[in-house]
């Protein structure tokens, strides 16, 4: 069910104006390409790019999903790919959320096979302590502890990502008002 507020919308969107700002500082010299992982990254991809104040290229990919479970599998199969050449491009693939590293460590190496020029991890959040493979995000929002979150592009089983909060969710608790 449907809990707390983790992260307001208000410190969402202060968080996402600072990460603009870092990697519009970053953008210097480059040719960059910003490749979101559907389908938790659509609200925090387009809040981001719209704050970036320089013309930039969006593409995305898809890999496959938890479902309606709240612990990853740990294998990533690729449901949809770009449809752009990344070859020396610079690439910034943005996640909703780093849990195990697996997704983006995996998305990371099969973009790195197409040569781009660089390739750098933006992630919203990060659950450290779930790590099982190493992933540093280059640009992160907000470090969060072992909770199963929904909200902002976040789901549980397709729903609630509408939300503009992002809340604990917790399977069969009771519903917060
Ligand atoms: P990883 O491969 O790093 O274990 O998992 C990354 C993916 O798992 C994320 O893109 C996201 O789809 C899903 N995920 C991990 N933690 C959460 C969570 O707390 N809430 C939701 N809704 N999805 C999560």
Redesign the pocket.
């Known amino acids: 069910m449907l809990g707390r507020i983790v992260i307001s919308r208000e410190r969402i969107d202060a968080v996402v104006g600072r990460m603009a700002a870092e990697i519009e500082s970053d953008l210097e010299n480059r040719d960059p390409i910003f490749i979101g992982?559907l389908k938790?990254c659509v609200y925090f991809l387009t809040d981001l790019t719209r704050r970036i104040g320089r013309p930039v290229e969006i593409d995305f990919i898809q890999a496959s999903?938890?479902g309606a479970s709240?612990t990853?599998s740990g294998s990533?199969v690729l449901v949809k790919d770009i449809t752009a050449d990344v070859r020396d491009r610079d690439v910034y693939l943005v996640?909703?959320?780093?849990?195990?590293?697996?997704?983006?460590h995996d998305l990371v190496k099969l973009i790195q096979a197409r040569h781009p020029r660089s390739v750098q991890v933006v992630a919203l959040l990060s659950?450290p302590s779930?790590r099982e493979i190493e992933l540093d995000p280059d640009f992160l929002g907000f470090e969060i502890d072992d909770?199963?979150?929904?909200g902002y592009g976040?789901?549980?089983d397709e729903r609630y990502r509408n939300l503009p909060d992002i809340h604990e969710?917790v399977p069969d608790g009771p519903e917060s008002s």
């Open positions: 992982v938790g999903s938890y709240t990853s990533v996640e909703d959320i780093v849990d195990t590293g697996y997704t983006l659950k779930r909770v199963f979150v929904v976040l789901d549980f969710f």
